[in-house]
């Protein structure tokens, strides 16, 4: 925790003096329990800090440290009920890149955050990186055309400084928001020389005081062999429907996902958001906030296998962040 009080307090001392345009901490602690106990029991740990500085000529710098050991993980066991060792906890610095927005197109290089538009799910994490370039371009009518090119070579070295990099992922993706809350994304990736075409569409009902519902349909398919990935979600803020205290209504948010990945639709799969196994899957979360300002958070999750042998998953998590 040390490296995360210096930080804040170097932090808050630049944003006084106008340096840092936005910077957040976050530490999060859970519970983790596979197969009832049998395949794993576990007290685990993450912190993450990620920040965005203005520079000079309208170029910002954003940058991105987060615990965990590859692409998809944050968390650091430390404590194994069964009897395992403990896991040291470092920081690593996964993204950092400049940008600049040229009025509506929006250039960045370096190693990228994935950006997932409001509807996807199974898009790459977006703890993850592209080490690359990305040129993103919006039109006043709801269109974002985002195009982008790079590297995720080293999918196991989280440390941008000591990743291996090579030519091999790209993507077009195009993003249209269309009336009453709908949103269509398709997109074009290629990964390891394996192309993908994917589908989203997406639904949200808000009221003035944020979502109430949301339901998510996703496809993918990787060309070279036909292999499918289909998402289907829904979530409901129960508070949000009852004639209650506004400062209640972030309390309570159920979600409700089923997905399937074929086990040889290749390594775009695993790189998703959340992502824990191949085969079909039956998700179910709660979380909310647990203050109104946002700063402490909690969420439930429980994960059911519907095909094969795959193992059950149970999370109960707690997380702490502090915005500037």
Known sequence: MLPLLLTAALAQDAERDGVIDALTLRFDSRYDNIDGGRERERLQNSALVAFRVDTVAGVDLAGMASTGDDFTSRWSTWRDLRGGEPERMALSLRQLYVQRWFGAVRAQAGSLSPVKGAVSTSGLEDLGWIDGVRLEGHHPSGVTVEGV???????????????????????????????????????????????????????????????????????????????????????????????????????????????????????????????????????????????????????????????????PRLDIALTARLRL
Do not use: C
Request: zero cysteines; charged letters at 25%.
């Open 149 to 311: 090119a790079g590297s995720l070579t080293d999918i196991e070295e989280p440390d941008l400084f000591l990743r291996r990099r090579a030519l091999d992922y790209g993507e077009v993706e195009l993003d249209v928001a269309l009336p009453s809350g709908f949103e269509v994304q398709s997109a074009y990736h290629q990964l390891g020389g394996l192309p993908y075409l994917k589908a989203e569409l997406g639904w949200r009902h808000e009221d003035p005081l944020g979502t109430i519902a949301a339901l998510r349909w996703e496809a993918g398919l990787q060309l070279a062999d036909a292999r499918p990935l289909v998402l289907v979600q829904a979530r409901v803020d129960p508070a949000g429907l009852l004639p209650i205290d506004e400062r209640l209504r972030d309390w309570v948010a159920l979600r409700g996902m089923v997905r399937r990945v074929d086990p040889d639709y290749g390594p775009f799969g695993a790189l998703s958001e959340d992502f824990y196994q191949f085969g079909t899957e039956l998700h179910a979360r709660l979380d909310g906030d647990l203050e109104p300002n946002d700063r402490l958070g909690y969420s439930v999750r429980y994960i059911t296998g519907l095909s094969g042998e795959l193992l």
